[in-house]
């Protein structure tokens, strides 16, 4: 009989645990969805450009601790907007790439720009002292701006690194003419068979 209200004793005290961890596995499931939802919320990508549409100037801090916009390039004929960063493993197989975009193009009035639009609190490895080393580790010949409270790539519409938008400077502005990767081949520079820019 003492047993048996024991036993009955304990069974209930398990049934309370059990009730206790299940509430707060609801509210943790409920607040990460909740907080998921505004990230996304925060974080989506606008529409953006199509090719045809003028992109606006921004006025971005370079690496080299000075801001650059567009309008900074007087005799440019346009630019390779590259958005990229340090952290993505298809950056970084591409940057070699780009460095050979800027040093091709740059002399004939088409310089690369590279943004990072990466925020920085959830990705420590792009901020700015990152982006420093990574460009002199490279050679980057190229300015490598921070898109600082990322409010250039949602205009552009890029959703992956490296995004490549190339634009032609006109009377009316910078119109975007390509949109897009850089090539066929992210894995092997040397496999690629079709270049986009």
Known sequence: MNFSKKNHELQRTNKIIVSKILKYVTIVAVVFLLSAFAVNKVVSVEKGYDIGDIATDFKLMNIDGKKVSLSDYKDSKGFIITFTCNTCPYAVLYEDRIEALNKKYASKGYPVIAIMPNNTDIMPGDNMEAMKTRAKEKGFTFPYLMD??????????????????????????????????????????????????
């Open 148 to 197: 600082e409270g990322q409010k250039i790539y949602p205009q552009y519409g890029a959703t992956k690194t490296p995004h490549i938008y190339v634009l032609q400077k006109t009377n009316k502005g910078n119109v975007v003419k390509y949109i897009g990767a850089v090539d066929n081949n992210y894995k092997d520079a040397s496999a690629v068979t079709e270049r986009y820019v």
